[in-house]
């Protein structure tokens, strides 16, 4: 299923993506969603953020290409980073162009979208706390990130965290191609069997840390790749069997 978060008539709900149509759910990711029967058409709604998260769980260094071209060192364990709720967008959406930067850089990625409330779960459980998975876009301002310390400024800018188009529930997460987009070019081509620490492992080891409630997202890392937007850009993530997240870039610049 292909589950996407809508707005419609001023309404915001969820539904099922079918061809051209969505089928519409009541209820929330917390509550639960319900059919209601109804239906719209793609060109009636507009897409939101698939997921509202009370946290976004990051992790850095997660494939080996990207660890080479950072210069860094392998990691014996998932190099973890937080973004907040206020950094989510949603397809289409613009991506601000801080004026305390200059180079934003674009970061692909695949989300995982939690399902339930997961607190310590077995690596070997841990598809049962997982909604599905769907593209991300790791936004990070480059010159604000210190080589040794905190990436919370650099990483935590309102609007860097494009979030979509849908949450796919019945994917393997592994074996996918994931590619960046910049203006038309490629400039990111990768496969998510290439990761490091897999989802499910990483499901386990950060509920192991903190609870992780129904909607919140992990990214899972980049690959290479990674480089400078301009205000202007259009940079779009896909991900094979999951869709294409495509955002443009403003400046937010007085």
Partial sequence: ???????????????ELEGDRVCLFSGDLLSGLQRTGNTAGLEEVRLLAPAVPSKAVCV???????????????????V??????????????????PSLSHRVDYEG????????KASHVPQERAAEYILGYTCANDVTARDLQPP???????????????????ICTDIDPLGLRIRTELDGRIVQDSNTGFLLFKP??????????????????????TSSGIGPMEPGSRVCVEI???GRLENFVQSARG
């Fill in 148 to 166: 040794d310390g905190q990436w919370t400024v650099a990483k935590g800018f309102d609007t860097f965290l494009p979030l979509g188009p849908c």
């Fill in 240 to 242: 094979e069997g999951i």
């Fill in 109 to 116: 990625e695949l989300a995982v979208v939690i399902g339930k």
């Fill in 1 to 15: 299923m292909k589950l996407v978060r809508i707005e419609r008539n001023g309404t915001v709900c969820y539904g």
């Fill in 60 to 78: 850095g260094l997660n494939y080996l290409d990207h660890i080479r071209e950072s210069g860094a060192q392998v990691p014996e364990e998932p």
């Fill in 80 to 97: 973890v980073f937080m973004k907040p709720s206020t950094a989510v967008i949603g397809p289409g959406e613009g991506i601000l162009y």
């Fill in 200 to 221: 499910h492992m990483l499901v386990s080891y950060l509920s192991s840390v903190m609870t992780l409630y129904p909607g919140d997202v992990i990214l899972t890392g």
